[in-house]
């Protein structure tokens, strides 16, 4: 299974730190979309596999990759996960309009993760952020369990 995540990690490096821990276990390319100025998404074609991620901005991914995933090319028995650090809040709203997206383009959504994240977003740095120290090595321990469960999905 060839596999790719595809990320948005701009602040603390919460989210590139779980996408790292899914790649190990997948053996998946990565692709930080806030190191590449403009990325084809066509060349996500070749994947069975294609994981997207980014913090959790205004109640939703971040517009760079909402707006990457409305590019991607139409699904041809292509499968996706979602995975999103967050500040706090329930993941699940969260994920909704990214899983949108997504299936539009015909992905079989095959699993979603979501962890806390440190967060100093507005006022939040007053009290110097919330969520110190996350994600800590038991969230990346459950982000790679994620990863390694994500193949079932696939058959």
Known sequence: MKSIICFVS?????????????ARV????VLDLDAEDD????????????????G????????RLLHF????PPARDGAAFLFSTRGFGPPGPYHLSLRRRVEDLGYRVVGEFSCRGYDTFGPLSII?????GKPDEADLERAADFAGSLSEGID
Do not use: K
């Not at 990325?39 to 980014?54: F, R």
């Not at 959790?56 to 517009?63: E, F, S, T, V």
């Not at 110097?128 to 110190?132: A, E, K, L, P, Q």
């Open 10 to 22: 701009t602040h603390h490096g919460n989210t590139r730190r779980v996408a790292d821990a899914m």
């Open 26 to 29: 997948l053996d998946a390319d």
């Open 39 to 54: 990325v084809d998404p066509a060349i996500l074609g070749e994947y069975d596999l294609i994981g997207l991620g980014s």
């Open 56 to 63: 959790i901005y205004a109640l939703r991914h971040h517009p």
């Open 69 to 72: 995933a409305s590019r991607l």
């Open 128 to 132: 110097g952020g919330i969520n110190r």
